[in-house]
């Protein structure tokens, strides 16, 4: 099978603080060196360390950013084919997590505003889709109406909330929310911001993960609801990058969306454990230990 994903690369300033800015408040803390993330790149490698054969499809630019994410791919073994090196500089982010593992994004899409639907050349019809929003909305429309017409399963991730064409929210398979995210999209289609309400209103299948409690999705057969895993929580940046690219990998192998979902949810709590983005994604062996803990 074949898992595209189609997004973004950012390089994270991480900055350890007492506890998160408010509104005109300087709060001091500390910062190590820039590591590799970006919710495209996070899900490629949460895939890739599942076991799955994820290809990842973005830009970069051409710096040390570029070259330090660029790193982080191959190092989990995605294949970085379709990462192209452009004359803007990386996407860069500044990122406040305070001593609950809660975090404050700021982001500067820089590279990822050049992603290109282009830069997918070809979609196999047993392939499977995965895609955010820190890249153009347009570039995400345009592959959502290529892999419908391809035959392709079409994940999205609507991280950040952004607006995209109805008619391409509507030829999904399925749309992935936190409770942020459904509630913003929930008020655009004048509707609850629920997976069911979501679902009604769509069409399609919506998965709508909610923290400690869990994840609710629900689908033409009906209504999964799963419980979060109990963990020590380090640094919950990178939670839903790794719910998001374990679920899709585990598709793409054939699971069933059940449990596709089990392996989401243990890799979304095991990223909880370790500081960072990209660095936090769990491998197979760990999602495995935790699912038979449970």
């Known amino acids: 099978m ?47 360390r599942d076991g799955g054969d994820a290809r990842f499809v973005g830009c970069v630019g051409r710096d040390a950013h570029g070259a330090l994410l660029r790193a982080a791919a191959l190092a989990a073994g995605v294949d970085v084919v379709g990462l192209r090196e452009v004359e803007e500089g990386s996407g860069f982010a500044c990122v406040c997590v305070d001593a609950e593992g809660r975090n404050q994004i700021a982001v500067s899409a820089g590279a990822n505003r050049r992603a290109s639907a282009a830069q997918v050349e070809r979609i196999p019809p047993e392939a499977t889709l995965l895609m955010q929003m820190e890249v153009p909305p347009a570039a995400n429309a345009a592959l959502i109406a290529r892999g419908r017409a391809a ?11 952004a607006a995209l064409a109805p008619d391409a929210l509507r030829a999904l398979d399925l749309l992935i929310l936190n409770e942020s995210e459904a509630a913003w999209i929930g008020g655009r289609l004048g509707q609850p911001g629920d997976a069911r309400s979501l679902h009604a209103a769509l069409g399609i299948g919506v998965a709508v993960t909610e923290g400690e409690r869990g994840v609710t999705a629900v689908t033409g057969e009906g209504v999964l609801r799963l419980p979060a895993h109990r963990v020590a929580v380090v ?15 585990a598709l793409d192998r ?18 909880c454990t370790k500081p960072g983005a990209a660095p936090a994604m769990p491998t197979a062996a760990e999602i495995d230990a935790l699912l038979s803990r449970s």
């Open 2 to 48: 074949t898992l595209i994903v189609f997004g973004s690369a950012i390089a994270d300033l991480v900055f350890r603080v007492p506890h998160l800015p408010r509104p005109g408040e300087t709060v001091l803390g500390e910062a190590g060196a820039a590591l590799p993330g970006g919710k495209g790149l996070n899900q490629a490698i949460a895939a890739a």
């Open 151 to 161: 035959g392709a399963r079409m994940l999205l991730n609507l991280a950040p909330a």
């Open 235 to 249: 640094d919950t940046v990178g939670a839903g990058d790794a719910w998001c690219g374990v679920l899709a990998a």
């Open 254 to 271: 054939g699971l069933p969306l059940e449990a596709a979902m089990r392996r989401a949810s243990a890799a979304g709590s095991l990223a």
